[in-house]
């Protein structure tokens, strides 16, 4: 079983950079994939980036692409998001997963708490 702490949520303005982190518990967490996703009020978690076991493979919806980078120390059981450029649409709750790479969120079963990113334009 893993247990997943988020940290680094806030409020920004447009343009501006945050760095989300994911801290996982464990011996185990180095053998996940590890994805995150976002929720808006009223619409499905959507996947927005994911890294596999040992970083060689990252994927990203296409509406942060360029701006987001995932990537993973698994040294320090830690995943982390860069989000660069934030954009008022970017504004959700942030979650992170452990399990896979899919991007049907109904396909986790370890998730952390959220954390809120606000962007203001």
């Known amino acids: 079983q893993v247990q997943l702490v988020e940290s680094g949520g806030g409020l920004v303005q447009a343009g501006d950079s945050l760095r989300l982190s994911c801290a996982g518990s464990?011996?185990?967490?180095?053998?996940?994939?590890m994805t995150w996703f976002r929720q808006v009020p009223g619409k499905e978690r959507e996947f927005a980036a994911g890294?596999?076991?040992?970083?060689?493979?990252?994927v990203y919806v296409d509406s942060v692409k360029g701006r987001f980078t995932i990537s993973r120390d698994n040294a320090k059981n830690t995943m982390y998001l860069q989000m660069n450029s934030l954009k008022p649409e970017d504004s959700a709750v942030y979650y992170c997963?452990?399990?896979?790479?899919?991007?049907?969120?109904?396909?986790?079963?370890?998730w952390s708490q959220g954390t809120q990113v606000t962007v203001s334009s």
């Open positions: 997963a452990a399990g896979s790479l899919r991007t049907d969120p109904a396909t986790y079963n370890y």
């Open positions: 464990g011996r185990i967490f180095s053998t996940y994939a």
């Open positions: 890294i596999s076991r040992s970083s060689d493979t990252t």
